[in-house]
Nanobody, 124 residues
Framework: QVQLVESGGGLVQAGGSLRLSCAASGRTFSSYAMGWFRQAPGKERESVAAIDWSGVTTSYTDSVKGRFTISRDNAKNTVYLQMNSLKPEDTAVYYC?????????????????WGQGTQVTVSS
């Protein structure tokens, strides 16, 4: 089994920044793609960003492109989400997930392990 633990969430003002971290254990981290998802109350879970096994290929949803950056440090078994220019619409629980394969996919069914989530709240 894979264990994923997110951290770094919190309350920030609009325009501020946060860096989320996801520490992984239980599987060869460098062999799998990783992703960040988010879910706001009453809304479906949506993909935010994904990164392939090597960290070379990334993918972002249009609403965060240019503001968020996903990265990974395979030596530390950790994936990050740097969030800049935050907006109130970014408020959600953010989840780290491990994909079933190597590609930077952004569909929920492509992921088989999930973290517990970390709350991000952006005030106006």
């Amino acid at each position: 089994q894979v264990q994923l633990v997110e951290s770094g969430g919190g309350l920030v003002q609009a325009g501020g920044s946060l860096r989320l971290s996801c520490a992984a254990s239980g599987r060869t981290f460098s062999s799998y793609a990783m992703g960040w998802f988010r879910q706001a109350p009453g809304k479906e879970r949506e993909s935010v960003a994904a990164i392939d096994w090597s960290g070379v290929t990334t993918s972002y949803t249009d609403s965060v492109k240019g503001r968020f950056t996903i990265s990974r440090d395979n030596a530390k078994n950790t994936v990050y989400l740097q969030m800049n220019s935050l907006k109130p619409e970014d408020t959600a629980v953010y989840y780290c997930a491990s994909a079933r394969g190597w590609a930077a996919v952004r569909r929920t069914y492509e992921y088989d392990y999930w973290g517990q989530g970390t709350q991000v709240t952006v005030s106006s």
